[in-house]
């Protein structure tokens, strides 16, 4: 009732506070009403101030360039795991994603956490040592530390799993030492095939995750024997006969 | 434990009732909120700690970590239900951000264990280059590597850390010279003496007398004067390289391996004390730096020689949140003055006089004996540091005569419009337009002095005046905000730009293992060819933004430190 009409009585149009105490005279020209929010990047007036050069700035920058890299590869970085599609992909094998089961790469300090927290960790399995092929004498092993020497750069991880599903997916910087290991196996085909030597009883157990890694992306345990050997997608690793 | 920093407000939350049956994942329902009061974490800042996790330890840990920062504290099953995520993910996550101090675990009633995230610890990720970098001016390359590896793993024991900061430092050596481990933990114990690095809160060694079944988590204790206690270690060895580049390793794989195992076999002596890198001490550093860089810019080089003095004077018996420092008198400063400052007694003196009649008031004077005492104003000093980062953000944003009206006010504490322009010498017009686009953007505030008790307006007064406090806190969000920006377009740049990124890497890849096997020159020739021209200016540009973005960042983070020692300066002495 009263107030029905909106506004319209009287004093309409009066402001609470008097307009001079806040330095606005009568008949000042009022900047325009704005009618829209303010633009997203609205232009600077005045150029920013640059930014430290020089030694200590450099060396800062470079330093979190180098740490920020080196947390991805660290294994508390944890990526999720790619949800398993219907069918398998190329793109699939250069991705960058978890493993699927459910265990951690490092060893934490069980004693300090909750005993709720306690989940598996992988074995890791250790850095194997690496022979430098062409400058090594020919020996009866030789066939077995070229496959060696194709996994020197790349860490070993045993699977404890040995579903056909489980992938290892690599993590870049390995992808790009697949690319070198291509190349580094076209040259070493011409190698292998001048020196053949028959295989000794006891073969070192190599993880056929690797090996199938680095041509495929499925995964065989190897289990003993030289029987299974995994074909190659290139060429024909020789076959080395019991 | 360790109390968060900045939490504020009761924590005191109802218990379900004892008649509520059991309490599996269905029956947990969000505590009742309204008797807990969080944390305020605003939503910049939140997002800040989104960028910080996600950058650095994957999406998983990110969701689990921003959940709990916005939620508070909450137990395995909750978090598993609310974010939608396995148990065994939340599992890893949460081992992640415990081992990083980012998240701390409490037991409750009923044994229920909770775990709350430390957004402000997050934060702190943006510094680590800054702490790396302070480690190396003060230690050189060992205490540099020493501190990455503690902030790189979050926690360590002193023999992992020396191990393989030795392993790290001899790969970097000429061939055949390896780094001794005695050298590494001596730097370490220095580390230790000066309170950079300190022990982690250690599971206290309980007798087997308790008999009920053993608790869900441990209570982890330290008291004060253990945190800095190195344990006696012969750490006796030297650094090893990677097998792959040296030489020596002929090879049969099985002759290593049994004494490979029977290493890892070996008890290790200080099982069980773990060190982490001190903050609050980097902290305490990087105050007094600037406070010395202050003094130098403001007076000379002496002084601020001075200043630092009788700051390094005080590092040890001064608590670092502590308004001023202890007193020290001029004989005990002019002893301690370094060897290559030969001033006289007298020349220190006026200096300390000069010093403390400074309006700044960054040295005072508190007493006449010894030659005459005096303290460094610690809470006056950062207030005078972040008045002078408003000052200059006003004059960067809004230009010089903004920034000399914005002093003006600070001057003189409250102005009315009609003086600001007498005083400034602006024409009015220009005076009340830059005062009302201080004022949008909260840099300057209002003041209501009414004359009559009805508060009329046309009756009162309205001063202008500043606020540093409050002034403080909005820019300090206006930083957060910023570097959240700053990092999403650097993510952006990077992410337009993947696949060229990735054909140049592989093609750097194709080239060092070329190199490795010996190509001739023609062949390099070719493979570099592969990026043309074109896309190399692609690739410099994109390096010289993210170089940009990068050098931003490290930028805002320094007034961000300004901002927040301050703040908490003076929240402390309320």
Redesign the interface.
Known sequence: MASRGGGRGRGRGQ????ME????GKGDALPPPTLQPSPLFPPL??R??P??SGE??E???A???E??G???Q?P?????AVPKRDVERYSDKYQMSGPLD?A?DWN??W?????????RVRKLQ???????LPKRPPKTTEDKEET?QKL??LEKKEEEVTSEEDEEKEE?EEK??E??EE??EE?HEEVKGTSFHTQPPSL?LISSGDLNSVHQGCSLQRVGGPKEIVPSKDSAIPFICP | MEQPRGKTGWTEVTEPGPGRPGFGASDRRPRVAALRLLSTMTQAEIKLCSLLLQ???????EKIGVHLIRTGSQP?RVIAHDTGT?L??V??????L???NLVI?Q?HKRGV?EYEAQCSRVLRMLR???Y??TAKTLYSDTGELIV?ELL???KMTMSAVVKKVADRLTETMEDGKTMDYAEVSNTFVRLADTHFVQRCP??PATENSDPGP?P???T?VINEKDMYLVPKLSLIGKGKR???SD?D?T?E??A??PK??ADNKEPIPDD?I?WQANLDRFHQHFRDQGIVSAVANRMDQTSSEIVRTMLRMSEITTPSNAPFTQPLSSNEIFRSLPVGYNISKQVLDQYLTLLADDPLEFVGKSGDSGGGMYVINLHKALGSLATATLESVVQ????SRCARIFRLVLQKKHLE??QVEDFAMIP?KEA?DM?YKMLSENFISLQEIPKTPDHA??R???LYTVNILSAARMLLHRCYKSIANLIERRQFETKENKRLLEKS??VE??I???QA?GAEEAQLQEIEEMITAPERQQLETLKRN???L??????VDETIFLLESYIESTMKRQ
Request: one cysteine or more; hydrophobic letters at 35%; a positive charge.
């Open positions: 402001l609470t506070f008097n105490a806040v330095g606005i007036e005045f920013p101030v930014l430290p200590e700035g060396y800062v920058l330093l979190k360039q740490l920020r080196a947390m991805r660290l508390y970085f944890i990526r999720p459910n951690i934490p300090d004693r300090r956490l909750p005993r709720e927290l306690k989940i250790k850095e194997r040592t690496t022979i430098l060696i020197e750069t870049e790009e030492e690319e070198e190349y580094d040259e070192p | 950058e650095h330890f994957g999406e998983i840990v395995l396995s065994d993910q599992k890893k996550a949460l081992c992640v415990i081992q990083h675990y037991v264990v680590y280059p800054r790396i970098y990455e790189l793993n979050g250690f599971v053993p869900p988590a441990p982890l990677r097998r792959s030489e390793a090879g794989p099985k290593k391996r490979h195992t069980g773990y960067e944003r809004f230009g419009q009609k009015a009340k005062l307006p046309s009162t007064f309205y890497q592989r890849a194709i060092a293992s070329m096997t993210v170089n940009k990068d050098a931003s960042e490290i930028q």
